[in-house]
């Protein structure tokens, strides 16, 4: 029932991801709604769950710390629409909202500090995490009020901008998604936490990947497209595997860790700065490592392969059937294991 009233309204498909099991979870929404606490929606194949009015005074009551920002006021999820446009938006925003939940990310607000009183020495270490949704700091700042950001992944040494784009590319709009990263950096330079902030891109599965990086932006250029907004844009797939990109997202000393780790298997590594490629192997080819999927590099990567006609591609398992179609089936991928790189990140210490 927190999550329904932090989303305004949840899609029918999450409530198994929520409390970890299909059938337990039908279980509860059963009660829930004999006892009237919540409702289902089912209009135009779009189904979710919607707190009534006992619903919401229950919470309030008993979880009023995570759920009266939500619930009161003039906030959307107060006032959730009946038209499927607006529905689907608090879908993709709810999606979000439970990614972070199964990855362990805060997200309740008695879990995180406010958004706009966050103080320094709060945010001080790399693996505290915490998500705020759009609602949370979109309401009274009319210069962003049109992003299509669902929320702010924030770290104590870094900053994302996450966007939902579910199973097809979403509507793009460079000036205010400009303006929306002007103003994640204002506020994160205000935590003492500098550089820019990057853009993380979820989407339903990886079969999108390859549908963004092709992307032209559409007939009216109003569609997502791969562009200069963000220094980096990383893909992450609403799977259980992408739990290692999180977990690289949350740790600068992971993320080295990891990248020294696999220059081992390289003969010569590249230490120029903005190269490309990470290193060559002992036949003398480029090695590409594309496990993070920042789509900039992969484009960059790819353009790189085609004039030398030669290279290689590092990646994780779950991401090599989406590379192969990206890059071509024959050009040569070097998987690795998730889990065993888990259990790297671990043994190191990180």
Known sequence: MVMIGISGELPSALAGEVVGSSSYAAAIITGLKQDGFISVRNKSGCKGYVLRAKGRRYLLENYRADTEYFLQGAVETSHVK?????????????KAWVFCLKMGIPILRSQKPVLSGMAKKEWKGERQAAY????????????????RACGLFVTGESGYIVYHSMSQKMKWAKKMERSMRIWAERLLMQQGITGSADAVILGDDMELLCELLESDGGIRGNLYQVDDIFERSFFVPMCAE????????????????????????????????YSVHAGFDREGTPVYFCYELEMRHLKRVKQEM????????????????????????????HEILTEKVMQFLQQAGH
């Open 306 to 333: 085609g004039w030398k006609k030669a290279g290689s591609i590092v990646c994780m398992e779950y991401q090599r059937i989406a590379l192969e179609q990206y890059f071509g089936e024959e050009v040569e991928i």
């Open 82 to 94: 009946s038209e499927v446009e607006k529905r689907i938006r608090l879908h993709r925003m709810s």
């Open 132 to 147: 705020y949704g759009s609602l949370e700091f979109k309401s009274g700042v009319d210069s962003i009020k049109g992003s």
């Open 242 to 273: 992408a739990e290692i990109q999180v977990q690289l997202f949350l740790s600068k000393n992971k993320r080295i860790s990891l990248y020294r780790f696999l220059c081992g298997i390289l003969d010569t590594v590249e230490d120029r700065e």
